[in-house]
Structures are given as structure tokens and as C-alpha cells.
């Protein structure tokens, strides 16, 4: 852990239904959260299971909600290393466990380990499952950096997981959109999105703008996600408006080999840069 690195722990955002928290850290942007969820309902559910990076303290935090031999459901949303970073510690630890994930995280993950399938569920969007005192929604979430991503609904809670969508660095141990600096959010919101999500400039806005609408339909009062602070009311509203004006809208480069130069020079001085 890189030792700027604020401590992070567990946030209740609605009922049942809890953020865990860690940060990584990025230079004058901030940090960029790596977020995932747990929900302490009937049928205890992991969402997302964090990044190999944060082992450690990830699993203290989430078996310090929920016992690994209650949790019933672990929902990955995508293969990314950073949605499933502690998959294969978490199916051990908790043998009651069904894996919900779909066709394509199956075959993306199993270059890398042999998954179980006789514990796994596949749902796609449109989907829903019942976890006991709540039913689960499966959704497509705004927006997507792996063909295998699915967001969720809990239709008890009113919280959407949208995984890599609203994404926005944070100025430290900060979770919620409402306690960030003014104009934070704002100032970051659409260079974040857009270098993660670059086919964003080939949308037609009217086609977008029908699965924002549909998603704006939902039952849906709080947003959580893994790489964003927590959204509600207003700032929700907010995010959905900045996100729909990015149909159409030019790409943001990402940053190349000037930001390089300048990690490494911070990090190990000028010559460092120039030496190679
Ligand atoms: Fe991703
Ligand atoms: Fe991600």
C-alpha cells in the first residue's frame, strides 16, 4: 500500500447495504476509488470483490460485515482485476457462496483459474434474482469498459450498483458526491469517463439517450460504484446529464508519455526521465 494512502472503512449508504472503500493514489487528481459493496440482507450478498492490491484490508472489512459462511451470493460485475481481485479467496472462504456472473465473465476468467461452475448462476440484463427479503435486478449500466459488465439493482434499497460507470476521482477519504470540494466532481467527471469508455464519441445521442431513460426509470435513489462517490438527488440527475452529453461528444486523449516522464521523475528524480 502506497503509504499516502488515507485509510479507508466501510460506509453504510443505505439500508443493509454498505460501500467498502479503498483509494489509490493519483497525483494532483486526488485518488481514484476502487470501491465495492456488500448488502447485509437476509441473503447476504458480496458485489464486487476489490483488487488484489487491497487483499488484506478488503477481506477484514467485508467478513467484519458479513460471516464468510453466511453470505449467500457474490456478484461480480465484470473481469476486470479490479472487480474480481479477491474472487477465488472469497468463493474459499464462503463454500455456501452462488457466483452470479454471465457467459462472458466465464470465458474471459477462465484464461486465468478453473471456475466453478456447478456454484455459479448466469443472469443478464433484464434478469432479476430473489435473495430472500429483496429481489435483484440485472442492468446494463451507462456506462462500460468490458463486453462482460452488468450493473445492479436492489428494488428493496433503491441502490444501483453501476460498476465502472461515474467514475470521478476523490480528494481523500471522501465518499459521497455531496461532501466533495465544489466544482470537484464537475472538473473531472468527463476526462474520467471518457478515456475509460473512448466509444462514447460513436454514440448517437437519441439511442443513448433511451437507455439512460430506461435506466432513469428504475426504482433507483442512491448510486454506488466502484471507481466514483456515492450519487443521490441532485448529483444523480447531475452525473445522468453529464453523462448523456457525452454522445456524440469528443473523446478526451489519455494521457501518454509526458505523464510517464512525470511519474517518474517525481518518484525518482529528472534523470530518470531522460535516461532512457
Ligand atoms: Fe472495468
Ligand atoms: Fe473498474
Redesign the pocket.
Known amino acids: 500500500m502506497h503509504p499516502d494512502t488515507p485509510h479507508t472503512r466501510p460506509q453504510r449508504i443505505a439500508q443493509d447495504t454498505y460501500l467498502v472503500p479503498r483509494l489509490v493514489p493519483a497525483g494532483e487528481l486526488g485518488f481514484v476509488p476502487v470501491n465495492s459493496m456488500v448488502i447485509t440482507g437476509r441473503e447476504p450478498v458480496i458485489v464486487d470483490t476489490g483488487a488484489p492490491l487491497h487483499r488484506e484490508q478488503w477481506l477484514a472489512d467485508v467478513f467484519g460485515l458479513v460471516a464468510p459462511e453466511d453470505v449467500k451470493w457474490i456478484f461480480v460485475?465484470?473481469d476486470?482485476t479490479?472487480?474480481v481481485g479477491n474472487l477465488r479467496e472469497v468463493l474459499e472462504r464462503c463454500p455456501s457462496a452462488t457466483l452470479l456472473a454471465d457467459f462472458q465473465t466465464w470465458q474471459r476468467l477462465s484464461v486465468d483459474f478453473d471456475m466453478p461452475l456447478h456454484r455459479m448462476r448466469w443472469l443478464n440484463p433484464g434478469e432479476s434474482l430473489d435473495a430472500g427479503d429483496r429481489t435483484l435486478h440485472v442492468v446494463l449500466p451507462p456506462l462500460?469498459?468490458?463486453p462482460a459488465?452488468r450493473g445492479l439493482v436492489d428494488g428493496t434499497s433503491g441502490v444501483m450498483w453501476a460498476?465502472?460507470a461515474f467514475a470521478a476521482p476523490a480528494p481523500g477519504p471522501v465518499h459521497e458526491a455531496r461532501d466533495f470540494p465544489p466544482g470537484m466532481f464537475d472538473a473531472s467527471f468527463v476526462p474520467f469517463n471518457s478515456t475509460?469508455n473512448p466509444w462514447h464519441g460513436w454514440l448517437d445521442p437519441v439511442a443513448y439517450g433511451r437507455h439512460l431513460d430506461a435506466l432513469r426509470q428504475l426504482p433507483v435513489e442512491v448510486v454506488a460504484s466502484?471507481h466514483g462517490p456515492v450519487l443521490r438527488g441532485e448529483l444523480l440527475d447531475h452525473a445522468y446529464a453529464m453523462t448523456r452529453a457525452m454522445a456524440g461528444a469528443p473523446v478526451v486523449p489519455a494521457p501518454g508519455q509526458p505523464l510517464l516522464d512525470a511519474i517518474l521523475a517525481a518518484a525518482l528524480g529528472p534523470a530518470a526521465a531522460t535516461a532512457r
Request: with cysteine; proline share 0%.
Open positions: 460485475s465484470h476486470d479490479d472487480h462500460f469498459d468490458s459488465t460498476a465502472d475509460a466502484c
